[in-house]
């Protein structure tokens, strides 16, 4: 969930530049801006003409970052003083904001203004009234672009909480239902060989135990962490019981899970079954005596063909 939380935020830097750079100018990032006059502006009423029908300020329009630095410079080569005065003009009546006010100012002499807040801003010139421009203050698009990652990055890690909660939970109930597993364990025996053999039935799949039996107070046989795959498992105890002296199997259960991974075992830990055995004749020991009786019949049956004399 981490890497894809870092590559979605990548893919938001991405998305953020590309519209950044299809973005019209006058939306562009602009720190600094400059704003001059143009030539000869003070003594004609047609420098908007003369300016490409722009205006009598280059730029006309000029466009800044909140915290940005507009510079204003009187650049007019012709020696006539101008203004940058905030607010509007009508024929000859001023109505200064007071945002910022150059005051006059010779050639070359400039004035520094810092943009605080968002917003369009007329000013115009005191001397010249046809000169008229205004200042877009926009937000700082790079905080703009900070806001919107650290946003989506925030998005991301709630979801990946999310989903590790719901993980987290639904892991709680699978293993909360196993917990809830009962484990059912059948002890069957039959004597083979000279000893006995000990079947164990269980009822679910992957189950660890200890196996100790034991004959008149000693162990006969005993193993630990024994794993059974499947449904059956099978023991040879070197041990053959009897009515006055039987074998006593116990069966403890140590979790349900793969072997060497006990940490993520579920199920009962600890239950334990027993069974008291004494065995019967086994497989091998009925077909052995059904063998012998099959003989038995056929020796007979050949007996009673053979003619007496």
């Known amino acids: 969930m981490k890497t894809k939380a870092i590559s979605s935020i990548f893919v938001l830097f991405a998305i953020a530049a590309g519209m950044a750079s299809m973005a019209p100018a006058a939306f562009a990032d602009h720190p600094e801006v400059v704003i001059g006059t143009v030539e000869g ?7 908007a003409a003369m300016n490409g029908g722009s205006g009598c300020y280059t730029p006309t329009t000029a466009t800044v970052d909140v915290g940005g630095v507009v510079t204003m410079i009187n650049n007019d080569a012709t020696g006539s003083p101008h203004s940058f005065t905030a607010g509007t003009i009508d024929g000859f009546a001023q109505s200064p904001s007071g945002i910022f006010d150059s005051g006059i100012l010779m050639v070359d ?67 909360e ?19 006995t053999q000990i079947e164990l039935e269980f009822n679910v799949l992957h189950v660890n135990y200890d196996l100790t039996a034991t004959q008149n107070g000693e162990v006969v046989f005993e193993e630990t962490g024994l794993h059974s795959m499947t449904l059956i498992a099978t023991h040879q105890i070197d041990a053959v019981g009897s009515d006055d002296n039987p074998i006593n199997v116990k069966v403890e259960s140590l979790g349900i899970g793969a072997p060497g991974n006990s940490d993520n075992w579920t199920g009962p830990v600890g239950q334990v079954t027993t069974a008291q055995v004494v ?13 012998a009786i099959i003989s038995i019949v056929a020796v007979t049956a050949k007996s009673r063909v053979v003619p007496r004399f």
Do not use: R
């Open 41 to 47: 502006s003070g003594f004609a009423q047609d420098c």
């Open 109 to 175: 002499e400039t004035l520094e203004w810092t943009a605080t807040e968002t917003g369009t801003i007329p000013y115009y010139c005191m001397l010249h009234v046809w000169m008229i421009g205004e200042i877009i203050v926009q937000e700082d698009s790079h905080a703009a672009a900070e806001a919107a990652a650290a946003e989506a990055a925030a998005a991301e890690a709630a979801a990946e909480e999310a989903a590790a909660a719901e993980a987290a939970e639904h892991e709680a109930m699978e293993h």
């Open 177 to 195: 239902e196993a917990e809830d597993v009962e484990l059912m364990v059948m002890i069957s025996d039959s004597q083979v060989m000279g000893g």
């Open 279 to 291: 065995p019967e004749f086994g497989t091998i020991a009925m077909m052995i005596l059904a063998v």
